[in-house]
C-alpha cells in the first residue's frame, strides 16, 4: 500500500528556511494531491498548503507569503519550504494524501498520512 | 482563516455515547459536504475516521457516525471503549480553496 515518509533536517536556525520533502512509495505521486499539515508540540493540526499535478497549489493565508510547495514526479516525491522560521514554527510535519476523482474532482479529506517529522527552529 | 471550533474535552464511560460538535461558518463547514474527522493517538499520525461528512472508511468502526447542520458538524461516538480515547478533529474545505482544522477535542474514557 501507499507510504509516505518525511525527510530533512530536524533543527532549523531562526530566520532561515525550513526544507523538507515527503517520499511516495508503493504509488504514483499523480492521480493523488498532497498537502502538509503541521502541528506544535502540545497543540492541534495546521493545514500549510497542497499540490496537484505538480503546478496546481494553494496554501493557508496565514502562511503564504512564507510557503512554497513544489513536487518531483521524476523522484516521486513533493516538498515544502518555509522561509523566515521563528520559534512558533517548531513542529511535527506531516504529509498526506488527498483522493482525485473522476473528471479530475479533488475530494478534501487526508486518506494516507507520514509518520511525521519534528522541526526544531532554535539557534 | 479561523480554525473551525471543537470543545477542548469530553468525557463517557465505557459503553456510553457522546458527541463532538465542530462549529463553522457558511463559508466552510457550512458551503460544503468536505467535512472530514480525524482520530489521534499520542505520539502518532491523525486517521481519518469520517469523510464528506457521513462516510466511513473501509476498516472504521460503525460506532463512529458523523452529521452537520447548518454550519455545524457532529461526530457521535457509540459504545465507548478505551481505545477510543484520542484527539479528535474536524477539518472543512473552504471558499478560499483552503482547508481549515478544528482546534481538537480530547476524548476521555473514564
Known amino acids: 500500500q501507499v507510504q509516505l515518509q518525511e525527510s530533512g533536517p530536524g533543527l532549523v536556525t531562526p530566520s532561515e528556511t525550513l526544507s523538507l520533502t515527503c517520499t511516495v512509495s508503493g504509488g504514483s505521486i499523480s492521480s493523488y494531491h498532497w498537502s502538509w499539515i503541521r502541528q506544535p508540540p502540545g497543540k492541534g493540526l495546521e493545514w500549510i498548503g497542497y499540490i496537484y499535478n505538480s503546478e496546481n497549489t494553494g496554501y493557508n493565508p496565514s502562511l503564504r507569503s512564507r510557503v512554497t510547495i513544489s513536487a518531483d514526479t521524476s523522484k516521486n516525491q513533493f516538498s515544502l519550504k518555509l522561509s523566515s522560521v521563528t520559534a512558533a514554527d517548531t513542529a511535527v510535519y506531516f504529509c498526506?494524501?488527498?483522493?482525485?476523482?473522476?473528471?479530475?474532482?479533488?475530494?478534501?479529506?487526508?486518506?494516507?498520512w507520514g509518520r511525521g517529522t519534528l522541526v526544531t527552529v532554535s539557534s | 482563516q479561523s480554525a473551525l471550533t471543537q470543545p477542548a474535552s469530553v468525557s463517557g464511560s465505557p459503553g456510553q455515547s457522546i458527541t463532538i460538535s465542530c462549529t463553522g461558518t457558511s463559508s466552510d463547514v457550512g458551503g460544503y459536504n468536505y467535512v472530514s474527522w480525524y482520530q489521534q493517538h499520542p505520539g502518532k499520525a491523525p486517521k481519518v475516521i469520517i469523510y464528506e461528512i457521513t462516510h466511513r472508511p473501509s476498516g472504521v468502526s460503525n460506532r463512529f457516525s458523523a452529521s452537520k447542520s447548518g454550519n455545524t458538524a457532529s461526530l457521535t461516538i457509540s459504545g465507548l471503549q478505551a481505545e477510543d480515547e484520542a484527539d479528535y478533529y474536524c477539518t472543512s474545505y473552504t471558499t478560499s480553496s483552503t482547508v481549515v482544522f478544528g482546534g481538537g477535542t480530547k476524548l476521555t474514557v473514564l
Open positions: 498526506a494524501r488527498a483522493p482525485v476523482g473522476a473528471s479530475n474532482v479533488r475530494y478534501w479529506y487526508f486518506d494516507v
